[in-house]
């Protein structure tokens, strides 16, 4: 089998496939962009997840063109940044990231961010649901969401967003928020999967990348597909693309996974999704 072929998929609340890895480019510069999506398709990648707010949609969508891949063999995420939440705005800017990527139709759309204190989220969301409708979106999610921003846009519009993609890693697992996910019937996807690199030096994840021969990252990547996460991890270095990748030859054993999640130390990278507001 191709490393292509034994990605995983996870099939969404909407019916929807999404392969259980892919590949993210946030601080990818949108000069790189191209080439480290061209590396990752020929590696093997058919998940790509950028953003507006990243400035390399045009990139994604060269690569994408010029792979000669076809379309329905790839999965493209793309996520509204934060001052185009409202209605109008949000139809406006998905209809520029549609562009920039060269895409008639996006397979996932996020909320890349609540900014609940702008209290647009709900209508933003409607707005999601009015562009799957008329089939420009496959998929309709969020990210970055927590328990009381989930349940009203649940309660309010009436659908459930099939992803939720939120930071997770050894040090930051989120137990809580993965379980209402399964109650309610959304995919975890998790952002900075190894932490930006932070959990590689973990006693323990070392112990056991020397233990099943693998990398680090390897092991930390391959406890997120075993606990069920869809993930996306970055580089821009062309080993590590292919290193990050090769997941599906080995498993960890019930001891390491639990091994690692004693290592939950509830420990962001990133910023607090209750109080971010950048951009708004
Ligand atoms: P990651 O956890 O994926 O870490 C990326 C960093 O780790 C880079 O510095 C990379 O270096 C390094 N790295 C990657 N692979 C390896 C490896 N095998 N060995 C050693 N080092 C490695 O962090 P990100 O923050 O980039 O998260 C991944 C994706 O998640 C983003 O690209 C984006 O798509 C998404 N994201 C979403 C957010 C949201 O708010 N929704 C927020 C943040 C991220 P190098 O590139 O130099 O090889």
């Not at 939720?164 to 900075?192: C, D, F, K, M």
Request: no cysteine; proline share 6%; net charge negative.
């Amino acid at each position: 089998m191709s490393q292509t072929e034994q990605i995983p998929a996870v099939q969404l609340n909407d019916g929807v496939s999404i392969p259980q890895l892919g590949f993210g480019v946030f601080q990818v510069p949108p000069e790189d962009t191209e080439r480290a999506v061209t590396d990752a398709l020929e590696a093997g990648y058919r998940h790509i997840d950028t953003a507006a707010a990243y400035r390399n949609e045009a990139g994604v969508g060269k690569a994408i063109a010029a792979s000669g891949l076809p379309r329905d063999e790839l999965f493209i995420t793309t996520k509204l940044w934060n001052d185009q939440q409202g209605r109008e705005k949000t139809i406006q800017a998905f209809a520029a990231s549609a562009e920039r990527l060269a895409l008639d139709v996006v397979d996932l759309y996020l909320i890349h961010w609540p900014i609940a204190m702008a209290d647009r989220y709900v209508e933003t969301f409607e707005a999601f649901v009015t562009l799957r409708d008329e089939g420009r979106i496959r998929s309709i999610g969020v990210s970055n969401f927590q328990e009381d921003h989930l349940r009203r846009v649940i309660d309010e519009v009436g659908v459930t967003p099939s992803v939720n993609q939120v930071e997770l890693h050894p040090y930051l697992q989120q137990p809580g928020l993965r379980q209402l996910h399964e109650e309610l019937g959304i995919a975890t996807e998790a952002w900075s999967p190894i932490a930006q690199g932070a959990v590689l030096d973990d006693p323990v994840i070392r112990r056991i990348a020397q233990e099943v021969d693998r990398t680090p990252a390897q092991v930390t990547l391959r406890w997120h597909i075993q606990i069920g996460n869809v993930v996306i991890p970055k580089s821009v270095t062309p080993e590590r693309v292919r290193e990050n990748l090769a997941l599906f030859d080995f498993s960890l054993t019930d001891e390491h996974v639990d091994a690692i999640a004693a290592l939950d130390r509830d420990e962001r990278t990133g910023p607090d999704p209750a109080t971010f507001s950048l951009g708004a």
